[in-house]
């Protein structure tokens, strides 16, 4: 089954600074990769995701690039602010028909203001 | 338009007990998925129903049964609890035929004592 690989595991910046979480997969015909924020006490939402036909993807302060010969994939937060503050998890398709997610284990980013 | 409902919030089972966790979505999505939630484990799919009337296992089954009782609803049930279950449980609903984002649930905060 597929892998996702996470890191780093905590990150911590100050406000106005940029924010990168790379993740890995392992299942070369993944293609489909979401990121979703999870503020503390709350449920997941989906932030942005990308599909394997393209190669980056951006929504105002993040963007998430893709390289699919690498197998990795990276979201990056522009100026960012202390509501920035969650735990970000990546996620990949299996590949196959039922479109089943794994996702990494977490990022835990801390924006200092 | 409710989203994804989950009942209830909270519980304390002691070992050996059993209970039902239900979930309900409104969205008119044929994908419902359980996943459990653990520090520094991520989110870890226990069982997922692709369509109404089809279930299968994901990554951490054992101790588990689900039931799709119609398109709408998708319940976990645990048999007998084990301290090893105690954690957030999370139900989540998406579109089938695509790759489509998780819609989540508030969760389940579960404790075996």
């Known amino acids: 089954g597929e892998n996702v690989e996470q890191h780093p595991s905590t990150l911590s910046v100050q406000e106005g600074d940029s924010a990168v979480i790379k993740c890995t997969y392992s299942d070369s015909a993944s ?18 995701d990308i599909r394997s036909n393209v190669g980056e993807k951006k929504d105002q302060r993040i963007a ?50 | 338009n409710a989203g994804v409902t989950q009942t209830p919030k909270f519980q ?19 994908s419902m998925y359980w996943y459990r939630q653990d520090p520094g484990m991520g989110l870890r799919l226990i069982y997922y129903s692709a369509s109404e009337g089809t279930t299968d296992k994901g990554e951490v089954p054992n101790g588990y049964n689900v039931s799709r009782l119609n398109k709408r609803e998708f319940s976990l049930r645990l048999e007998s609890a084990a301290p090893s279950q105690t954690s957030v449980y999370f139900c989540a609903s998406s579109r089938t035929g695509e790759n489509s984002p998780l819609h989540f649930g508030n969760g389940t905060r ?3 004592t």
């Open chain 1, 31 to 48: 293609n489909y990769f979401p990121w979703y924020k999870q503020e503390l006490g709350k449920r997941p939402q989906l932030i942005i």
């Open chain 2, 110 to 112: 579960l404790t075996v």
């Open chain 1, 64 to 113: 998430v690039t893709l390289n699919k010969t690498a197998k990795h994939f990276s979201l990056h937060i522009t100026e960012t602010q202390p509501e920035d503050s969650a735990v970000y998890f990546c996620a990949a398709s299996d590949g196959g028909s039922n479109y089943k997610l794994t996702f990494g284990k977490g990022t835990l980013l801390t924006v200092n203001p």
């Open chain 2, 12 to 30: 304390v089972l002691k070992t050996g007990q059993s209970m039902t966790l239900q979930c309900a979505q409104d969205m008119n999505h044929n």
